[in-house]
Every structure is written in structure tokens, then in C-alpha cells.
């Protein structure tokens, strides 16, 4: 007798309220009960989706603000408002727990991050212009951070900032940027972590960088929170002056440590390789040499494998008496520093006019640089540099000065001094470096050369420079 065939699809258990295990050409088909599909959530941690058509109850509404279309998706309340600030009209979410309203954004959850001495930890008061989109870590510290006072808490939260530190203000005009060239606006994190760290190796493995690590992870949790990736856009170093180690060789290591270590806690948090900023730094009004300050010249081109983008001098920002950055200064480091990494995230690259050697030759001094296009020396010598534009010799014999400063007609990459007469001696040639002490707004070390790029505060200034005159 033939077997009678299999139908291609059945029941196999079934129980009072309908089929429990069937079968078709594609395998078992099971149904289970929504008893067993919660237990199963609860053992995996997920959250139970919601029932079609049900509507989830809505929370408290943010007060006193002009608000429409708000409606729940899970944890978080999703509305359209008109809130103050660059931002406008357009969708914010906060969570159902109350806290920060946020910009609704597209792609991932990004941060500017910074790392440095006293002189890094200020901000100007106020709030950002895109202040529903600049946030900081929900810990109720700020965007300055703890200082090297205790331990940075545990949080996925985020908060409006109430100061704005150079990184503030750098995301502040990205934002600016984007909006104007009406791309998508992100959300960004910033925090700048400080200790009193004594020497650079000792920045990297101090409280200002167990603070750091800290808010890579908060990063993190924060973005799951949101329901979005990570990403941090950049890290801004402000170290020099506080390194007394008097070697510039062992703050040049001690800050290529610091990079590595930043890179390697970041990647605990499976965070991607960040871009390093820096302004190569001038020093003070007082402080106008020293080995943390010559140590910045071996770093800029021995660094590692990290990428380390020297934004400009720091005699390009406003400065007060005891060398801080003022409100003016913070906002023209930021506009360069963003001008930077815009540069390399578009596949380019920022460099700043380096002179690279110095030659007697019978038309004065050649001053040959690297810079990415032609030189300029700025007649409306914006820093008060002089008539000589941070140029001077050092190591004279002879009375020999420089009478005058161009550019040669042949080489837009050549700087000409002219002399009174050819130097001699063991002669240096200088280059907003090793000044007399002075006043004003600006570091003594300053000058007046730049590249041909940009216009207003967006210009590539020349780094101060120090090199033996070859040739006599």
C-alpha cells in the first residue's frame, strides 16, 4: 500500500487557543504567547515594541515654549517648537524623564573634545548660539569640566552649556558653517578636562585624562541612549607653557605619550582615531622663550602616526595680563581651529607658512618656507608687530640689523630681509620668537607674515621660527 504523502504544510501541536507548532516548505512555524514573548524581552533587555495602533501616553510637556506636534516614541518625546537661539523652527526631542531638550538630528551623535593646563579651563558666559544642538555630559559640571578636582560621574545624560570654552565655540561655528551652507545640523558633546599636571607624560596619566576617558564612555552612552552612533571630530591640545620639565625634547615625548594614550582610550569605547588640534603657542606678554615653547617645533613634525594639525600662532588671539585667552581670543582660536579640521575632514590639508632655512646671499637674507600657497606680509599689521614684522637677528657681532622685509618677485614662498650690512657671528634669524617683553592685547612674540588664503580672521599665519643663517 503507497504512503500517503506529506501536505506541505500543517499542524503539529496544537493547543485550545490555536496552533502552537505548525509546519510549511519553509520550516516550523511557532507561535508563542504573549507571556512567553515578554519573558524573552526581559531576559534580553529589549524594549516591547509598541501594539499597533496604540498610542503611548504623553508626559509633561516642556514649559513655556512655543510647541506643536508632540508625540512619544518609546523613552523619548518627540515635538516641533520655535525655541530661541540659531536653531529656529524645528524638531527637539527630550526624554520621557524630563532633562535636556535636544535638537532631532540625522547621522551620529559627534563631539569636539579638548585636554590641557590651567590656562585651557575658562569659557565666556552665555550659552551657544545653537544651544538646543551644543551640549555637554549631564553631570552638572559643564563644559569646562572637574579640573583635576575629583572624578567625572558616570552619565548618559546631556545638558545645555553654561560657558563656552574654546571647543564650545569651535562647535558653536561648525554649526554656523553647516547652517549657512544649509547642511544637516548634528548634535555635538563638548567637554575640556584639566589637571595642574606638572610636565606633559605626566597630563597623560594624571586626572585630566582619567576625566577624558570618562567622557568617552559617557559619549557613548549617550549616543545609545539617543539611539545613534558616535563619533568625536576632534581633540584640542593646550599644553606648553605648564610643562617645566626645562627639555624640549621630553615634552615633545611626553605629548606624543598623551596622544596615544587619548587614541588608545578612545578606542576602548570603539571610538575611530581622532584629529589632534593645536595653536603652536607664542607665550605671554612676559614669556617669550623657553623649552616647552622650542619643544612645539619637534612635535610639529615628529608626532607619531597622529594626525597633529597646528591651527595657527597663538599670537594670532587676544590675550590679557596673566596670558589667558580673553572672551575675543577663545572666539578667534575657535574660528581658526574649525577652519582647520573643515580643511582635513574635506580630504585637504591646513598648513601654517614654516620658514625652513635662512640664507645670506648678495640680495640680503632668503628665507626659505613651506606654506601651501604665496606669502604675504600683512600691511595693516594686525598684532602691532612693526615695521620689521616679527622679524629680528640674534647673535650680532658686527651692529648688522635688518633694514627690510618683502617678498621675493621671482618666489612667492621666499621671504627677502635686507640688511644694513652682511652679519656676522653666530647668527640667528628669528621670526616672532625670543621678543622683548611688551603690553597689549597680543604676546610679545608676534609677527606679520601669513599666506596669501582666506580673509579677515581666517588666515594662515606664519609659526615663529628660529634658524641658523647659513651662507656667510
Keep these: 500500500m503507497a504512503e500517503k504523502p506529506i501536505p506541505p504544510e500543517g499542524v503539529i501541536i496544537r493547543a485550545e487557543n490555536g496552533d502552537v507548532i505548525g509546519y510549511d516548505e519553509t520550516g516550523l512555524v511557532l507561535r508563542l504567547s504573549d507571556k512567553v514573548i515578554a519573558d524573552i524581552a526581559a531576559r534580553l533587555e529589549l524594549k516591547p515594541q509598541a501594539v499597533v495602533g496604540e498610542t503611548l501616553p504623553l508626559p509633561d510637556l516642556p514649559e513655556g515654549i512655543d510647541l506643536w506636534a508632540p508625540r512619544r516614541e518609546g523613552d523619548w518625546l518627540f515635538f516641533q517648537a520655535n525655541l530661541p537661539g540659531a536653531d529656529s523652527a524645528r524638531g527637539y526631542r527630550r526624554h520621557v524623564s524630563g532633562g535636556a531638550v535636544i535638537a532631532e538630528a540625522r547621522g551620529p551623535l559627534m563631539a569636539v573634545l579638548g585636554i590641557g593646563g590651567a590656562r585651557a579651563g575658562l569659557g565666556s558666559p552665555g550659552p551657544a548660539r545653537f544651544r538646543w544642538h551644543v551640549l555637554t555630559p549631564g553631570d552638572d559640571i559643564g563644559a569646562v569640566g572637574m579640573g583635576g578636582e575629583g572624578e567625572a560621574a558616570v552619565t548618559a545624560e546631556l545638558e545645555p552649556l553654561r560657558e563656552l570654552t574654546v571647543e564650545a565655540l569651535m562647535a558653536d561655528e561648525l554649526l554656523a558653517r553647516r547652517r549657512a551652507a544649509h547642511q544637516p545640523l548634528p548634535v555635538l558633546v563638548v567637554r575640556t578636562e584639566t589637571d595642574m599636571a606638572t610636565t606633559a607624560h605626566d597630563l597623560g596619566t594624571g586626572a585630566a585624562m582619567a576625566n577624558l576617558d570618562q567622557c568617552f564612555a559617557n559619549l557613548v552612552a549617550a549616543s545609545a541612549r539617543l539611539g545613534v552612533g558616535a563619533q568625536v571630530l576632534a581633540v584640542v591640545l593646550d599644553y606648553t607653557l605648564e610643562d617645566l620639565t626645562g627639555d624640549g625634547t621630553a615634552y615633545r615625548d611626553g605629548m606624543i605619550a598623551l596622544m596615544e594614550r587619548i587614541t588608545r582610550g578612545m ?30 617645533w619637534e612635535l610639529s613634525w615628529n608626532h607619531g602616526d597622529h594626525q597633529l594639525v597646528f591651527a595657527a600662532p597663538s599670537y594670532a588671539f587676544r590675550i590679557d595680563d596673566t596670558g589667558r585667552l580673553t572672551d575675543e581670543g577663545r572666539a578667534e582660536k575657535a574660528v581658526l581651529l574649525a577652519e582647520a579640521l573643515l580643511a582635513v575632514q574635506g580630504g585637504g590639508r591646513w598648513l601654517c607658512p614654516v620658514i625652513q632655512l635662512a640664507e645670506w646671499s648678495e640680495g640680503g637674507i632668503r628665507l626659505i618656507c613651506e606654506a601651501q600657497e604665496g606669502l604675504v606680509i600683512d600691511g595693516g599689521d594686525p598684532f602691532v608687530a612693526g615695521k620689521l614684522a616679527g622679524f629680528a637677528l640674534d647673535g650680532v657681532t658686527n651692529g648688522a640689523r635688518i633694514t627690510g622685509v618683502g617678498i621675493d618677485k621671482d618666489d612667492a614662498k621666499v621671504v627677502v630681509l635686507k640688511c644694513s650690512k652682511r652679519p656676522e657671528g653666530e ?43 647659513t651662507g656667510l
Design 267 to 296: 578606542a576602548r569605547q570603539g571610538l575611530a582615531r581622532p584629529v589632534f588640534l593645536s595653536a603652536f603657542d607664542c607665550g605671554t606678554l612676559s614669556v617669550t622663550r623657553g623649552p616647552g615653547l622650542e619643544g612645539q
Design 427 to 469: 647668527v640667528f634669524v628669528t621670526y616672532a620668537h625670543a621678543s622683548a617683553p611688551g603690553d597689549g592685547p597680543y604676546p610679545a612674540n608676534r609677527g606679520a607674515l601669513r599666506g596669501e588664503f582666506g580673509e579677515g580672521a581666517v588666515r594662515r599665519w606664519a609659526l615663529p621660527a628660529r634658524l641658523k643663517l
